[in-house]
């Protein structure tokens, strides 16, 4: 995506988003990241803060 804002919009659009690198997706349970490997069930509480832009410009939803 190309802006922290654009992310953070989506997400709590109810989005999920998914990195192109690590293939993680991720989307906000309860006001809070989370995040989980596509082929499981379990959301687990992310770290990632989005204060850099590799955080971001590698998510698509």
């Known amino acids: 995506m190309e802006s922290r804002e654009k992310v953070l919009e989506?997400?709590?659009?109810?989005?999920?988003l998914t990195?192109?690198?690590t293939g993680l997706q991720y989307k906000y349970i309860d006001g809070?990241?989370?995040?989980?490997n596509g082929e499981?069930?379990?959301?687990?509480?992310s770290e990632l803060s989005f204060d850099n832009p590799p955080s971001w410009?590698?998510?698509?939803d």
């Open 10 to 16: 989506a997400l709590s659009e109810g989005k999920k």
């Open 32 to 36: 809070k990241l989370h995040s989980r």
């Open 40 to 45: 499981k069930n379990h959301w687990n509480q």
């Open 57 to 60: 410009l590698n998510l698509r």
């Open 19 to 21: 990195s192109t690198v």
